[in-house]
Structures are given as structure tokens and as C-alpha cells.
């Protein structure tokens, strides 16, 4: 510390601490103590390897095992004849060969026969005598060693045939041993004696210099292949394929690579579907997660899906798998207190990604299934036995139940929400949520309902109202173990109001068209931050999907099974349930019109009520229909019409509400509108 | 018949131990010197002069070996 003197008295002392120059700034480097090292907890590496321990992977490569040791074994034995064929004829060029090969040495001719040749050629005694002599003399040493060995040969084969007295069967190994040694001696290099049993996949190996020149190709800024760095540890297999972290140079970000995959699948000489480039998440922009498979996707298949098996049971409130990511790793989502959207443009496939997502709901036979598709094609026609309401088409009826099942939802909602606060009273309920216990209890009232509605963009254009409804049982059902799924083709304003799309957590974008359809289901800006739908192809890519909301973000593929595995899932599930139908039917509620039920309760003499205390008469009138209806909820439902929220006196205050003059005025616009 | 099989057999056993010693033994003896490289007078044994067949070496070239290499000569200069 510097002291710059100072007058006692003076106000502007000031002391100026001087910085430290030079000395150490990392700490001292310290020896391990005992206690270091038996506090380590270093995460230790299983002793079984991980297939070893799954026993799905057991089976699986028991399978392997058995098919690929059978086919190979089977390949040869139909060729032997073809072996023996060419053991007979390389064999004795094979004694031939080891034989001159062995007296040429013995001879020394290898040593200077060109010389002398040559010497020879130029008609030179002296020197061929010389170069003689040399050879003479090596080899004299050479055909002692060639001798030796003949008679421990002999020794041997005479030793082990009197005294230990080896069978036939032994001589004869042995002459097989020394036949199949002398045709493998005498084969051409270039000819191998057994065909070759497996035509291996070509894959070149993803290297570094691979990955630099396919980012430098695309053009995104990146210069130098130098530019590019990996951090450790490096690039390395991971699953079925090789996975390479690499950093972009500068302010270059992940995204820019990820809007090119096919240029650089391109640049790799890869077909699309083998290149996977991904953000990293937790780490900074301009990283970039390369994935690249040893086969492209479309023809790698998928591994079995869990719920496939035929003991499979499931519980909405434990993981379940529901499609496989790009590294063929299973994702796997808790249904309970989660609402999904589903959109992609069609052929993107959609209607199995909500199927894989039933059929977790199926398996759990506790759980009730309501489903409407407004697609018309029966897609999930072979669970309509499952549901306690299936609705199916684009016509009126359907239409009406798909409403019908949103309002009796809300009316659920409503019912369950006492439920539960009667079972928190009891305790069963410590977070003011629907409990595994409490779902299982028979009775309770309060079992989990999946509510599937497809193509749901059709029910929201032909009743608005629905979608109002769809946005409350989103909001509301989640702790009351209502489960939402909405799949859609397009999730702009008009056809799903964006505050459904803002209540459901999570999303999964299939393949869509563009950045504003991606936005629109995923949210804005997940384009920009890599979450990008616009990479599949639709066909191609089928059932391929980012998923948010549900752990790491991330590329997911919907499980595809085949239609017979289809099947018995579907009858696994109805033996679960016992044939018996969980929940049950909506009541089919004639749809009302609010502007005029709204104009019927206003009592004689009202200029106009508040918006609560229509709801509240609203309620009275039609209980059906209008329970659990709220000031809100009315005012949004009577604005399309023109309504609006005015000063409604009531005694001597002022209220917002709804005028008389202005229902009237409402009612008469929509009668001229109707001429 | 088969005398003609055998005598062509013979010939061709020959024909090739002979190629093959023109191979792995080029040189003979000299045939003037025997082998000797000189040539001694029998009046005086202490006299002797060169063998100018073999160039004093003692050795020549096999006939087959001799026409090979003048075949081989001629080829290459061609």
C-alpha cells in the first residue's frame, strides 16, 4: 500500500492502493493427502457393459449372435466343394513353393545370383569364381540347418507315433493342418480361399479434416479449416455413428450450420438423412453438435419399442418411451400434467406421433381415452373400443362431440377441482394434484382422462367458442389429470388461437414448410435458436420431430410399428382393461346461442347487467352447458358479435357489462347479416 | 514306339540339366589348358606360358551360355 502524504486536515486525501505487480496468480500446487484419495468419488465405469445388463440388448444380441454364426456357417458349408476344389489345386503349388523356397536358401542362391549371372553375361571368370566361393561358403552352414530340421521332423513324427501313439484320426488332422497350410501358402494374394460372407455397409470414418472441409464448403464465414476447433474429446463414436463437437470461429452461430443440412450432407457425400447437426444446449451459440450415422436413417430402422412387448403396462405417471432420437436412444416423457401440440405439414406424420403418444395413455388401464380426429380417415379406428367417446370426420356430428368432449371437460374440471380439495383435506393430496394413489383408487373421480383431438384445427374454425374451451381445460386440467393433445396441420391465429399454442408446455414439430410455421408451433424464435422442423422432408422423414417442453429440446422420431404389432398393442390394451370401457360418454349438449340466451335472462326493466352477474344467470339457465362460466368468459364470447364492454350501473355504481342496447343492436346486425 | 518315348524323354532331361547348368554353373574348364591356365613346356616343366584361349583364367564359357549371351547381345544392340 502506497500512502501518498497528506496534510492531516486536508479533505481531499486519498489513499491509492497500488496494484500488485508480478507474483503468482494460480493457486500452489498441493500433494494429494490420504484423505484425497479415499474420498474420491470419481464415477466409477460398470464392470457389465451396458448391453450386457439390458435385458432387451441381451436378447437382442443373442439374436445376432445366433443369425449371424448360422448364416455364416451355413454360406460355407454349401461351398465347401468349391474349397476342396481349390485346396487341390493351390495346395501342391504351395509344397512346391515352401519347398524351392526352402533349398534356394539352403543353396544361397539368393545372396548374389544376379551378380553372378552377370558375371557370367560379361564372360568373366574371376569374379563369377569369387562370388562362388562366398555362396559356397553360406551354404554349407544353410544345408546343415536343412538337415537338422529333416531329422527332428523325423524324430518327432517317429516319437509320436510309437510312443505316444497318436490315433488316425490325429494323422489325419494333422495332414488336413499341413494341406490347408500349403494351400493358403500357395494361393494367390489376391484369391482367397473362402468367399467373403457379408457385404460390409460402406462407411468412411468421420474425421476431422471431413467435418473442417464440409463447414468450410458451406459458406457460412468460416475461411480456413483451421478455423475450426474440437473441443475434447473430440470426434468419437456415439451409438450408431460419430459424433463431432466442433466450435465455430468468431461470432459465427450453430444455426447458420443447422439451416444447411443439406449442403453439408453435400459436402460430406452423405444422403441427408445421415447428418444430423444439433445445437448444444447450456453452451455457447457457435457450438455445434455433429452427428453422423453409419447409415442413414430411413434405412437404420428402429429398435423395439418398450411398449411393443406383449406384458407392457404402463402408468401416465412414470416415463414413458414414446420415439427414439437420432442416435436410436429411446425419449420418453411423463404424460401427467402435460399437454401436447403436435404440428407438421401433411405426410409429415403427424397421426402416429399422437398415436405413440395413445398408446401410452391405452396401456394404463386406469386411464380414459376420448378421441376425435377430424381428419375422417379412421386412424384411430382400431382404438374407438378403447375410448368412452370417439368422434370421427369432418362432418356436423363429429364436430359437435369434438366441443362436446372440450365442454365436458371444463365441466370436469370443475368437478374434480372439489374433488381434490376435499381429498388435500384429507391429506391425500399434499400438492393440490392428482396423485397416483388417488388416480388408481376406484371411485375417486379423479382418473386420468387423454383427450386426444386430431387435425383440431377443423373443430376450432367451425366453433370458435371450442377454442376457448381447449385453452381453459389446458390450463385447468393439467394438476386435474386431464391430458390434452392437440395434432394440427397449421397452428397460425385462425385456426389454433395462439394463447392454446402458448398453454401447452410441450410441442413437437414435425417436418413444416417454413421459419413462421416452425415459430408457430414451437414458439417464437426456437427457428432462430436451432429448434427446426424445416430440416425433415415430409414422406422421408416421417414421424422425425423437435420436440421442446419435455426435457432437452431435441430431434424425435414417433416409434412405427408395423401394423401387426399395432394390432396386439391395441388388444393388449383392451385385455388390460378388461374389455371394459374407462369413463363415460359425453353427454351431446345442444349447442346454445349465448346472444340470445344472453338477452333472455336480462330481467324486465335492466338496461344491462355486469358480466358477472351474467355469468352467474347464465349458468342458472342452462347448467349444462354454461357451468363454470365465468365474467371473462362471457365477455369474449359476446365480443365477436359486437358487444361491447360498457358502464353498466348497478345501484350507485358503475359495472363494466353488457347493455341491452347493445345485445339488441348485436341482434339485429346479425339478422341482416343472415339475409 | 517306346524306345522313341524314352530316347525323346532322355533328350529332354538333358537338354534341360544342360540350360540349367548353363544357369547355375556358367564356366568350365578350359579345354586347351584343362583347367590349368598355362601351358607347360614338356621339354623344360619349369617354362610355361598362358593358356590365350582362356586368357590365362583357366575357365570358358558354356557353349549354350556363350550362344546365349551372343543372342541376347544381338537383341539388345537391335
Excluded at chain 1, 237 to 250: C, I, N, S, T
Excluded at chain 2, 44 to 58: A, D, E, H, V, Y
Amino acid at each position: 500500500m502506497t500512502v501518498i502524504p497528506f496534510d492531516e486536515y486536508d479533505d481531499e486525501r486519498h489513499i491509492i492502493e497500488a496494484d500488485q505487480v508480478g507474483g503468482q496468480v494460480d493457486p500452489a500446487d498441493r500433494k494429494a493427502t490420504f484423505g484425497d484419495v479415499v474420498s474420491r468419488t470419481d464415477a466409477r465405469r460398470p464392470i457389465v457393459p451396458a448391453v450386457l445388463r439390458n435385458p432387451e440388448a441381451r436378447r437382442a444380441l443373442a439374436r445376432w449372435a445366433a443369425g449371424y454364426g448360422g448364416h455364416t456357417a451355413l454360406y460355407h458349408l454349401t461351398r465347401s466343394p468349391k474349397y476342396a476344389a481349390k485346396v487341390a489345386v493351390y495346395a501342391p503349388r504351395g509344397a512346391w513353393r515352401a519347398g524351392s523356397a526352402a533349398a534356394w536358401w539352403a543353396v544361397g542362391g539368393r545372396e548374389n545370383f544376379h551378380l553372378r549371372q552377370e558375371a557370367a553375361n560379361k564372360n568373366d571368370p574371376h569374379t563369377w569364381q569369387a562370388l562362388n566361393k562366398t555362396r559356397a561358403k553360406e551354404s554349407n552352414a544353410r544345408w546343415w540347418v536343412i538337415v537338422a530340421a529333416v531329422l527332428a521332423l523325423v524324430v518327432l513324427l517317429t516319437v509320436a507315433q510309437l510312443v505316444v501313439g497318436v490315433p488316425a484320426v490325429g494323422w489325419f488332422a494333422v495332414a488336413v493342418g499341413v494341406v490347408l497350410v500349403a494351400a493358403r501358402n500357395g494361393r494367390p494374394a489376391d484369391k482367397p480361399i473362402v468367399d467373403r460372407v457379408v457385404t460390409k455397409a460402406a462407411f468412411t470414418k468421420l474425421t476431422g479434416e471431413m467435418v473442417r472441409k464440409a463447414v468450410v464448403d458451406l459458406g457460412i464465414g468460416v475461411k480456413e479449416p483451421g478455423q475450426i476447433s474440437f473441443p475434447p474429446p473430440g470426434i468419437h463414436k456415439d451409438g450408431p455413428g460419430w459424433l463431432a463437437v466442433f466450435d465455430l470461429p468468431g461470432a459465427i452461430q450453430a444455426t447458420k450450420v443447422l439451416e444447411n443440412r443439406g449442403g453439408l450432407a453435400g459436402s460430406l457425400r452423405l444422403p441427408v438423412d445421415q447428418v444430423w447437426p444439433d445445437v448444444v444446449p447450456g453452451e455457447h451459440p457457435g457450438r455445434v453438435a455433429l452427428w453422423v450415422g453409419y447409415q442413414p436413417s430411413s434405412k437404420m430402422g428402429q429398435p423395439t419399442w418398450a411398449l411393443a412387448s406383449p406384458t407392457a403396462r404402463t402408468s401416465i405417471f412414470e416415463p414413458q418411451p414414446f420415439g427414439t432420437d437420432a442416435r436410436q436412444r429411446p425419449v420418453t416423457t411423463i404424460l401427467f400434467e402435460r399437454n401436447v401440440l403436435i404440428g407438421g405439414q401433411p405426410g409429415s406424420g403427424k397421426s402416429y406421433a399422437a398415436r405413440t403418444l395413445t398408446t401410452i395413455a391405452a396401456l394404463d388401464p386406469t386411464c380414459e381415452l376420448k378421441i376425435a380426429e377430424f381428419k375422417g380417415t379412421g386412424d384411430f379406428l382400431d382404438m374407438a373400443d378403447l375410448c368412452s367417446t370417439y368422434a370421427c370426420g369432418v362432418d356436423d356430428e363429429a364436430l359437435s362431440t369434438g366441443r362436446d368432449i372440450l365442454v365436458w371437460a371444463l365441466a370436469e374440471c370443475e368437478r374434480r377441482g372439489k374433488r381434490i380439495k376435499k381429498a388435500r383435506e384429507r391429506g391425500e393430496a399434499p400438492l393440490g394434484k392428482v396423485t397416483p394413489e388417488l388416480a388408481a383408487k376406484r371411485g375417486s373421480g379423479l382418473h386420468p382422462v387423454f383427450i386426444l383431438l386430431d387435425e383440431v384445427h377443423e373443430l376450432f374454425l367451425a366453433y370458435p367458442d371450442a377454442a376457448a374451451a381447449a385453452e381453459r381445460v389446458a390450463k385447468r386440467g393439467r394438476a386435474l389429470g386431464i391430458i390434452l393433445v392437440l395434432a394440427t396441420q397449421i397452428a397460425d391465429r385462425d385456426s389454433v388461437p395462439p394463447n392454446i399454442t402458448r398453454c401447452v408446455v410441450t410441442r413437437w414439430c414435425l417436418s413444416v414448410g417454413g421459419q413462421v410455421e416452425n415459430d408457430m408451433i414451437l414458439g417464437t424464435g426456437a427457428y432462430k435458436r436451432g429448434l427446426t422442423g424445416t430440416v425433415y422432408e415430409p414422406g422421408v422423414d416421417a414421424g422425425w420431430g423437435v420436440v421442446i417442453g419435455n426435457g432437452k429440446p431435441g430431434s424425435v422420431r414417433s416409434f412405427f410399428p408395423k401394423p401387426e404389432v399395432t394390432a396386439a398393442i391395441v388388444a393388449r390394451a383392451a385385455q388390460l382393461r378388461g374389455k371394459a370401457i374407462i369413463g363415460e360418454d359425453v353427454e351431446r349438449v345442444e349447442a346454445r346461442d349465448m346472444l340470445a340466451d344472453a338477452r333472455a335472462v336480462l330481467r324486465p326493466g335492466e338496461s344491462g347487467a355486469p358480466w358477472a352477474v351474467l355469468a352467474e344467470r347464465l349458468a342458472d339457465l342452462a347448467p349444462e352447458f354454461y357451468t363454470g362460466i365465468t365474467a371473462d368468459m362471457v365477455r369474449e364470447a359476446l365480443a365477436p358479435y359486437g358487444v361491447e364492454s360498457q358502464d353498466v350501473k348497478v345501484g350507485r355504481s358503475n359495472i363494466k357489462g353488457a347493455r341491452r342496447t347493445a345485445l339488441e343492436a348485436a341482434q339485429q346486425r346479425r339478422e341482416i347479416e343472415a339475409e | 514306339m517306346r524306345g522313341t518315348l524314352v530316347a525323346t524323354g532322355v533328350v529332354v532331361v538333358i537338354a534341360l540339366g544342360y540350360v540349367l547348368s548353363c544357369i547355375i554353373r556358367p564356366f568350365r574348364d578350359c579345354w586347351v589348358c584343362d583347367g590349368k591356365a598355362h601351358h607347360r613346356s614338356k621339354r623344360n616343366p619349369k617354362l610355361s606360358r598362358p593358356c590365350r584361349w582362356c586368357r590365362s583364367t583357366g575357365k570358358r564359357l558354356r557353349i549354350g551360355r556363350r550362344a546365349w549371351n551372343r543372342v541376347r547381345r544381338v537383341q539388345r544392340d537391335a
